[in-house]
Structures are given as structure tokens and as C-alpha cells.
């Protein structure tokens, strides 16, 4: 069996395909559906230019399979190609079991893996060289998000059912996954507080407008 390098490191960025009315949808009552989804990718390529510019591996793990990739996404694909970042899909019906099956996945081929969403740009280079060095005391890294949810998580060592039955989407995302962890028997440390870009005051912090 092959040695994993404990100092190997992959991250990986969850995105949703751009179509219209699937994503964004709350930036949709102020921004339209077309305007949600340009925003989505605006925001897709904003993440990963920060997780590229970390210097570590980077993979990009689109929602689902598709049979014609959308005209939005185009935008994205090229920057992804531009940058040699490669490109899969997730697997898992839930949020929590598609982020366990990513991180299980990376952890046979690097000592640490870590997952970030498209919605988080706060989640800048060094945040992630943070929650990589942060790996070398504890099992699960977490980056707590102001809504009561998290932009990364990172991990160089996993436990069954470690993101079971969490409220994904509530302000209680963070604390369940902290008792879940605990409860698994893992050790856990949490970063600085970032946000992520959920509703539209989050967009207008994002671009630089006033919110109100």
C-alpha cells in the first residue's frame, strides 16, 4: 500500500452548475434569476482564484453529471483549464455525505483534505494555508461562517457518520457538526470567523455597495 505524504495537501472547491433558478436563490427577489446566476459564477471564480493562489492542489467538484454542460459555466471551465485545475463531480445525496465521500477520496491520495464553497469568497489564501497548518495539531478544521454555518472544512482524519444529520442551510450547521465530531471521537479546532454570500446585504458587502 502506498505511504500518503502527511504534508500533501488538496482542496477542493463544491460548485453548482450556473443555471438560471437553481442558484442564488435568494439573491433572486433583488437580482432576477439571470442576475442570481451571474452572480454565482462571478462568485465561483472569486473562490477559485483564491484557493488557486494558495499554492497548493486544487480540484473543482461540480454538483452532478450532466449531459450538456450550461453556456454559463463556460466562463469557469476556461479558468479552470487556464489554471491546470482538474475537474470531477460530487458524490452523495446530502451535503454532509457529499463533503465526507470528498474528503474520504483526498485523504487516500494527500495527509489532508479540505473543502470550500463557491459562495466564499472571504476564504482567501492565507485562511487556507491557516487551516492547513492548523491540521498538524487536530482531526477536522473548521472555518465558521457569521450565519451560523461554516466556509471550509478540512480534515486529515475521518469517522463514520461524522456529518450525520446536520441542518445544513441553519444557523445550528456549526454547532451540530461540532457535537457530531465530538460525539465520532475526532479532535477539532475552529479558524476566525469568515462570511459567505447568501443574501443580498452578503452580495453588496461582496461588491462593495452599502447594504440597505
Request: hydrophobic residues 45%; proline residues 5%.
Amino acid at each position: 500500500m502506498q505511504r500518503v505524504d502527511p504534508d500533501s495537501v488538496l482542496v477542493m472547491q463544491f460548485a453548482k452548475w450556473p443555471e438560471a433558478g437553481r442558484v442564488k436563490t435568494r439573491l433572486m427577489p433583488e437580482l432576477g434569476a439571470e442576475g442570481a446566476m451571474n452572480a454565482h459564477v462571478t462568485l465561483s471564480l472569486a473562490v477559485l482564484e483564491n484557493l488557486v493562489a494558495s499554492g497548493y492542489d486544487v480540484r473543482f467538484l461540480w454538483d452532478r453529471q450532466v449531459d450538456r454542460v450550461p453556456e454559463a459555466a463556460f466562463p469557469i471551465i476556461e479558468q479552470l483549464e487556464a489554471c491546470g485545475v482538474g475537474q470531477s463531480w460530487q458524490q452523495g445525496d446530502v451535503l454532509g455525505e457529499r463533503m465526507t465521500l470528498a474528503l474520504e477520496s483526498g485523504l487516500q491520495r494527500v495527509g489532508k483534505a479540505m473543502v470550500v464553497g463557491s459562495d466564499c469568497p472571504s476564504v482567501d489564501a492565507e485562511y487556507v494555508r491557516l487551516a492547513v497548518a492548523t491540521l498538524d495539531g487536530v482531526d477536522v478544521v473548521l472555518g465558521p461562517s457569521d450565519d451560523g454555518g461554516y466556509v471550509l472544512i478540512g480534515a486529515r482524519k475521518l469517522a463514520p457518520g461524522m456529518l450525520a444529520d446536520v441542518a445544513w442551510g441553519t444557523q445550528n450547521a456549526l454547532a451540530q457538526t461540532c457535537d457530531r465530531l465530538s460525539k465520532a471521537g475526532l479532535t477539532f479546532a475552529l479558524l476566525p470567523q469568515k462570511w459567505d454570500v447568501d443574501e443580498p446585504e452578503d452580495w453588496r458587502r461582496f461588491i462593495g455597495q452599502p447594504s440597505g
